[in-house]
């Protein structure tokens, strides 16, 4: 095996209080929006990092007491509560690999350790789970496909559906006689379409399916015993909004909501009208839809993004807000009104930022938005930071990383670039069949206009990302080398044809739909997209920080690219592997990750 140099990390990147600002954003405690039991809402569940490392925690607000669950080297991050509230259910993988089975134990600690909470369901990568007051569906994905598993009371869990393609356990009923499933056996994993099945022996109810290039998603059924409507986000007008569909009857009732961007929404508690969280530039707002009158209601939340949000049995709304320059808080916005800080972590506030400015550029799909944040000491240097997904989208939500590049003197460009979710379904699927490349076409669009008007040294860019966005960073000096200072690559792809054959299968059926086939079917485009076909380009230094256990952008392809810029010698590279998967759940060894980037950024740049 080939030994790559390995990347430092600095003991400090500044000599002044900007030292302490950068790291106390990553170490003050945050804690996620907290998730009730359905039947028992003073019993909560959420995350935080207030050990040092993600880790799942309860909270019993009829006593105020908290106490984390979880302690696990590499962190936790998936955890549910079922109706009852009696125990905790969260995903038990191995070093981050996300390959497990859930396990449950007592809400209330009494001793008893973690226990396989469905015994006899095999171990896969989670896809989807619902768990109702007698029944619990759980989707377990594996080389043979997806498996979706129902027990019953006190018997065994059985298969009730199984197919090579990827599907997933979507809502369950009220009265949990129907499952809603999310599927994609016409062979396009990113337009599923939706099956609604009876619990007690598998039959289907209906199918909706709205043919190529639009997906359906099962979101919830109505919170109301026997009745059979399912909330269902569909893009039949070219962006994601909102239907009503009574299973049983068949009826489609297509919620037109004057509200540009894309919407997504769940039911309230009384099944009468939808908490729609609508999301336009980068930002997500909260509105109230009456489903008997159909008036739409926008909600006086707290200025800046919404993150999430749900009601509360009483009516009370609530959610997690913050911006780029405000650090989160998670809100309670009561029915008379009044909204205020619901919960606050123990510890010091993390310290704020400066506010994105929205950039708006020509390109050649369409116009393309960017967020620009720009320090009050920069002189050019900048980083375009790109987003991973691709299906995601930066938007004005607090970032520490996007902060302690801030800090180091770098403007800090983040694009929304075609494949990025948001901007309607035209912009998302558009690089289809072309991947990397039509991304990287807006993200130079963006870098022109930059430097056109001044905000960056167009020879003092480095481009960074992680997982895609750490995949188009090594495509981006590979395929544009004469426009970049440096590449800093987290979890990348790097070699598409090996990270195909090793990746979780998921992701495969996600890459087919994505390239129009397999590697065997369409092996060009593949090659085209592959940052390995390009390394003889490359002409800036190169970091690359990998995950040994990453299930999604696996070691050996990091390893292959790695061992081709070796060859060449002529380029300077370092590497950071980590001990975990698709990233860390670790503050300090994310904080290390931070370090390494802008120290490397600064020696290239130097």
Sequence with gaps: MTTHPAAPVPATLFDD????????RFTAPRMSRPAWARDAPDR????????????IHVWDRSTDTHRRVTDRPSGTHSATLPPDGAAVWWFADTDGDEFG??????FAPDGTAAVPALPGVEDGYPAGLAIGRRVAAVGTSTDDGTRIWLRVGDAPATVVYHHAEDAGVGALSEDETLLAIGHSEHGDSRHPSVRVVRVDDGSTVAELHDGPGRGLGPIAFAPVAGDPRLLVQHERRGREELLV?????????????DLPGELDADFTPDGRALLVAHTHAARTRLHRYDLDTGVLTELPVAPGCVGSADVRPDGTV??????????PTIRALHPDGTDRVLVTPDGERAPGSVPVTDLWVEGPGGRIHALVSTPADGDGRAVFSLHGG??????DRFGAMRAAWVEAGFV???VNYRGSTGYGSAWRDAIEGRPGTTELQDVAAVLDACAAQGLVDPARCVVEGWSWGGYLALLAVGTQPDRWAAALAGVPVADYLAAYADEMEQLRAFDRALFGGSPEEVPER???????????????????LAGENDPRCPIRQIDNYLDALAARGDVPYEVARFDAGHGSLVVEQTMQHVATEIDFARRALA
């Design 101 to 106: 089975h859930w396990v449950s134990e007592p």
């Design 44 to 55: 909560c569940l959420y995350s935080s990092n207030a050990s040092g490392t993600t880790e």
């Design 245 to 257: 569909w009574d299973v049983l009857t068949g009826t489609e009732t297509e919620l037109d909501l």
């Design 17 to 24: 209080e900007r030292e302490q600002r950068w790291r106390a």
């Design 412 to 414: 800090v460009v983040e």
């Design 390 to 395: 691709p299906h995601a989208a930066d938007e």
């Design 526 to 544: 593949y090659r085209t997209a592959s940052p390995l076909t390009y390394v003889d380009a490359v002409r800036v230094p190169v970091l690359v």
């Design 318 to 327: 609530e959610y997690s807000c913050s911006s780029a320059a405000e650090p």
